[in-house]
């Protein structure tokens, strides 16, 4: 029995991975007929989706560190 026979492994990896209810049945579903290369494909869309949401998320914390920089240096000259 080899990872792609596991369903419960794989269905508990995508959802810990962000993955909705849906886009795991999708997954599973190309997986079980058989086009592991369309599910592969799913994944990659899926990790391009958060990483996008990961870059958004540092751009907000790097604003809000200069936001702090700028306050404290202006704090510090008072």
Same mark, same amino acid.
């Given at each position: 029995m080899g990872y *792609?026979?596991?369903e419960t492994a794989i269905r508990?990896? *995508?959802k810990d991975a962000g993955c909705c209810r849906e886009q795991i049945d999708a997954l599973l579903k190309e997986i079980k007929k058989g086009n592991?290369?369309?599910g *592969? %494909?799913?994944l990659s869309e899926h990790r391009c989706c958060l990483l996008d949401a990961l870059? %958004?998320?540092q751009?907000?914390?790097d604003c *809000?560190?200069?936001l702090v920089y700028r306050i404290k %240096?202006?704090?510090d000259r008072l």
């Open positions: *792609l026979d596991d508990q990896n *995508l592991v290369n369309q *592969l %494909k799913t870059h %958004k998320e751009r907000c914390i *809000l560190d200069y %240096k202006e704090n």
